[in-house]
């Protein structure tokens, strides 16, 4: 029998080889690659850019972002943001750990339930694309948000359905809400990594926009897809997909 510390190392290693190996050792190939592009300009509408904050840019870990406000001409808000990260400096946003959103749910907004489907999906063209949605609510004062989003990691859409439920009526303790939202959090996303074998190196686009909630959701998540067609264009493509 060999000796223990031996037999550790050898596990250590077959099980760190293993992890690798399911990555990056013929992953199944998507036939096609997702990329989002967006406008400033969306008929209607008056674009605000809004640089972020030295806080919030130091978090997400990358210049490439858009972040403004879309104003109607009847006063209606939409708060967009699209966050990317190259292959190169997405180790800093991993698919398991921080992501794009957690400045403003870190500044206090919570989500909280609602009659609304927490997925809807959205045409482009001829492609039909699913975004989660969720109701937030601000800290201290303030209207409620209906905030749709979208994640692609690797080009390939990135389900999300566990991300930002709404804690039970019991967890009534603001701390204990976030801590339960940040540990389903991280075992979604750690669970959606290892069933759709994709792994924390490529690139990622996230895309986030919202409208305050006031009265009934229906109206509010019709407008919001039909900026999502204006605003963004859905470009598709083949590339070889970096893992």
């Known amino acids: 029998m060999p000796p223990m510390p031996l037999l550790l190392n050898a ?28 406008a400033t300009t969306v008929s209607g509408y008056h674009f605000k850019n809004e640089p972020l904050s030295e806080q919030a840019a130091r ?43 957690i400045c403003w749910v870190g500044a206090g907004w919570m989500p909280v339930a609602n009659e609304h489907p927490s997925q809807v999906e959205f045409d482009f063209g001829p ?47 603001a701390m204990l809400r976030r801590d339960f939202t940040a540990r389903r959090l991280g075992a979604a996303h750690f669970v959606n990594a290892l ?18 909630l006031a009265g009934d959701w229906r109206p509010i998540l019709q407008n919001l897809q039909t900026f999502a067609r204006q605003w963004l264009t859905l470009k598709e493509g083949k590339e070889q997909v970096e893992r």
């Open 127 to 173: 492609n039909r694309i699913p975004f989660e949605v969720r109701t937030f609510r601000p800290p201290g004062p303030g209207q409620r948000e209906l905030t749709v989003w979208c994640t692609l990691v690797n080009g390939q859409l990135y389900g999300e359905l566990s991300r930002f439920v709404p804690p039970s009526a019991k967890e009534d303790n």
């Open 11 to 38: 596990l250590f290693l077959l099980g760190v080889s293993g992890a690798w190996a399911w990555y990056h050792i013929a992953p199944p190939a998507p036939p096609i690659r997702y990329h989002f592009a967006a």
């Open 59 to 101: 978090t997400l870990a990358t210049t490439n972002l858009f972040n403004g406000t879309f104003y109607g001409p009847k006063g209606e808000r939409v708060t967009a943001f699209i966050g990317e990260w190259s292959a190169e400096n997405s180790q800093e946003m991993s698919v398991v750990s921080h992501t794009p959103d």
């Open 195 to 212: 069933r759709s074998r994709t792994a924390g190196s490529g690139d990622k686009q996230f895309v986030r926009f919202s409208a305050p």
